[in-house]
């Protein structure tokens, strides 16, 4: 079966730095693009940052210039360095796949980012 495990999470202090870490198993990791997510307390979970099996990265509005998406295909693993974090960057990431071209998607279990002021 799928399975994403997230690590890397932590608390911080504004202008601090984190790197989330997330191991896929169950899939065939080069293939497939993987997303990650996050989910701050009374908002919906929005999309942060993608990375396609080419490369192509993408980021959301407010992480651009300051995080970084990678991923290290031998290791199954996809990465987001996250640089200058600021408070509204609290929230519980999430690594997601969908492994083909309809649903079902798979997410890790979470990991919280909690950046202080």
């Known amino acids: 079966q799928v399975q994403l495990v997230e690590s890397g999470g932590g608390l911080v202090q504004a202008g601090g730095s984190l790197r989330l870490s997330c191991t896929a198993s169950?899939?065939?990791?080069?293939?497939?693009?993987m997303n990650w997510y996050r989910q701050a307390p009374g908002k919906q979970r929005e999309l942060v940052a993608k990375?396609?099996?080419?490369?192509?990265?993408n980021y959301a509005d407010s992480v651009k210039g300051r995080f970084t998406i990678s991923r290290d295909n031998a290791k199954n693993t996809v990465y987001l360095q996250m640089n200058s974090l600021k408070p509204e960057d609290t929230a519980v990431y999430y690594c997601?796949?969908?492994?083909?071209?309809?649903?079902?998607?798979?997410w890790g279990q979470g990991t919280q980012v909690t950046v202080s002021s």
């Open positions: 997601n796949v969908r492994p083909g071209l309809v649903p079902p998607d798979y």
């Open positions: 169950g899939i065939i990791f080069s293939i497939n693009t």
């Open positions: 990375i396609t099996s080419g490369g192509v990265r």
